[in-house]
């Protein structure tokens, strides 16, 4: 009786050793961050090239999807009056906003030494006076706030807690990831 308990105990310690061996090899890694500028960007991520396509990818989308106000008070409630410029949509449709004060960029990490030839994810980032970040919220219309919300202010945005300026790697699925976060040594 006792040798069987000492086998399984012995079993069950080593489990979670082949249960993270199998977790790097089928987890996906993804490196989020906010960055305020191409130079910042490629100081954290070392990436230099994803870093100018992100940043043009989300000042391509940064009137499509800024907080969209019928006048420059309004804005200046909200944000620095220094950022409430006029602007206007793809569309052509005229507004007083937020400028872009920085961009988040994904990537998804390659285990492969070359990378992935996917185009990294960006969104502008836009801050408020209290010092708060936000981005396009998703859903609705991809997450934009097109012209037809001219005077809905932050309505299409998400608020996030996010530090500028550092790359976050973060591993997503695979097998025993749940695990990994609880194991333990010792009895």
């Known amino acids: 009786m006792k040798r069987s308990r000492t086998t399984a105990l012995l079993l069950m310690s080593a489990a979670p050793l082949l249960f993270t061996a199998c977790q790097k090899d089928a987890g996906v890694q993804t ?13 954290a991520t070392g990436d230099p090239s994803s870093c100018r396509t992100a940043f043009a990818e989300a000042k391509k989308q940064s009137a499509d999807a800024a907080p969209k106000y019928a006048s420059r008070a309004e804005c200046e409630a909200e944000y620095n009056a220094e950022q409430c410029v006029e602007q206007k949509t793809s569309t052509g449709h005229s507004f007083i906003g937020p400028m872009m004060m920085g961009f988040f960029m994904s990537q998804m990490l390659g285990n492969r030494g070359a990378g992935l030839a996917q185009a990294p994810a960006a969104s502008p980032a836009y801050q408020d006076k209290a010092k708060g970040w936000a981005r396009p919220a998703p859903g609705g219309s991809g997450g934009l706030n097109t012209a037809s919300g001219i005077g809905a202010g932050k309505a299409g945005l998400a608020p996030v807690n996010a530090t500028p300026n550092r790359a976050v790697t973060a591993s997503r699925g695979g097998f025993g990831s749940t695990s990994s976060g609880r194991s333990s040594v010792g009895g």
């Open 31 to 43: 490196q989020e961050g906010l960055y305020t500028s191409v130079e910042a960007c490629t100081e």
